[in-house]
């Protein structure tokens, strides 16, 4: 076992041979001296290059549904057109969407059925559309299955407020607004659209 003495030897050997451009480390003792223990040695490791090392792989940036992003905004259109034909015919005016007695803006949008607590059925339609866009868009702390079911959750009650309105307007009005009618189409596809997401991840879930 080598002596402090020849720990210091190999110390200064290890400088010159550091000096010329060699890498010593791995030969060099390093000496530790306890008290009323031995002598002991322990060989040092390299020191690794940091450009050699395994980068940790970067966060997930945020997911964003453009599917339901898209139909969101076609949604909101409609809402505000509702809207806006709501009060022309507040004010006596024409929707300009009723085509004959079958589609007609006017006969549904005049009715009590579209203003729930005097209030347009434009501005829920402007809530829900936005509610759409919100859960389009998930953090990376939410898991891709925890965001499919968001929407999906949100894409059925959109599709069932359609078919209620739907059957008010075709089987208790007795006539079919147009503006509606595109609205309910866009919940659908929604709804579609949320279920198709929800059983990808599913799939990816359980694979």
Request: proline share 6%; hydrophobic share 45%.
């Amino acid at each position: 076992m080598p002596t402090p003495v020849g720990c210091l030897y190999l110390a200064a050997v290890s400088y010159r041979l550091n000096a010329g451009g060699v890498d010593a480390s791995p030969c060099v003792p390093t000496v530790r001296h306890r008290q009323g223990k031995p002598w002991r040695y322990k060989t040092q490791k390299p020191m690794q290059n940091s450009d050699s090392l395994p980068l940790s792989p970067a966060a997930p940036k945020t997911r964003v549904a453009w599917g339901h992003i898209v139909l969101a905004a076609l949604g909101a259109a409609f809402s505000i057109y509702a809207i806006w034909a709501h009060g022309q015919i507040a004010a006596g005016g024409d929707a300009g969407c009723t085509i004959n007695e079958t589609f007609s803006c006017d006969e549904v949008l005049s009715s009590a059925w579209a203003k729930p607590l005097g209030i347009p059925l434009g501005y829920f339609g402007l809530i829900f559309w936005g509610i759409v866009a919100v859960t389009a868009v998930s953090d990376a702390k939410t898991s891709p299955r925890s965001a499919a079911i968001q929407r999906f959750v949100v894409a059925l009650v959109g599709l069932g407020t359609s078919a209620f309105l739907f059957y008010i307007s075709e089987f208790v009005i007795g006539t079919i607004c147009p503006v509606c009618l595109t609205t309910h189409i866009t919940s659908l596809l929604n709804f579609a659209l949320a279920a198709v997401s929800l059983r990808k991840t599913r799939g990816a879930a359980n694979s």
